[in-house]
């Protein structure tokens, strides 16, 4: 597909530079424009890929615009059309491409999940784009614990909700921790270093939203430390760096066929767990009729 759409864009911007309709530089910058729309194009099919729930209206909206591009083409090959209209055409297909989200999540999904970051801008963050999730841990854990902080748990809660509804129930869970590169020192004994520190945390948040009601097997967790940075750290770190990331991914296993003891109250996994005491053996009957001794 890219290379026929390069080669009917190169043909039709020949005929038209040939005919001398476009003076050569501006046709040259609006094919550079193109190019870059065109980049724009193939990676929103890369990151398709991967968005599985969203992967037919995806299609439709990129065949939309490419349909709108060929006809622009054939306008351009006949000579139909002045400047000034491919320019304005242009400008309009560059607004229909910036309009096309390339998010993983189905829209009720994506909707809930802006809702709640909304509600609690100071704890939570989402960006439906990527549809990455992200805690800010100077509101969800104190410096050097992995140990949540009580404000947290009424948007663990909510989170919790919205992760047990219908348009979530498909999706797996990854949680990934993060931290600056501030050493650990206060409870150095403890981790070690911030790669532990964020491990521990990523398992802190994930055992919160199991005790809310999430089914346990839907995680994964993991900790980055500090080397996964997104802004460059300071003398004394960056708030930014210091986070926890939820990442929702397409189900790859049958969660009816997974058990979990974490799902079992403390009698029920005791009872599993416990070895059966063996049976006495039983005397044999006596007959109605034999005497007593």
Known sequence: MKRAWMTSGLLAGTMLVSAGCVPEQKYNDLLTAYKGQEQQLLTAQNELATARANEERLR???A???ADLEELQKRMASGNGDLDAWIAKYEELKKQLAQLEVSQLPPELTNDLIGLAAQYPDVFEFDPRTGMLRFKNDFTFDPGSDQ???GASAVLA????????PSASEFEVKVVGHTDNTPVVRTKAKFGNNMMLSVYRSASLRNALVKDGVTAGRFQIAGYGEYRPIVVNGAKGA???RRVELYLTPLSVDMAMVGSSEERTPAEASAATRTPAPKAPQAAP?????PTK
Do not use: G
């Not at 909510?158 to 509804?165: G, T, V, Y």
């Not at 006596?286 to 034999?290: C, G, N």
């Open 60 to 62: 439709t909206q990129i």
């Open 158 to 165: 909510r989170l919790a909700s919205i992760l047990n509804s």
């Open 64 to 66: 939309a615009t490419m």
């Open 148 to 150: 949540l902080k009580p």
């Open 239 to 241: 708030v930014e760096n």
């Open 286 to 290: 006596v007959a109605d009729d034999e």
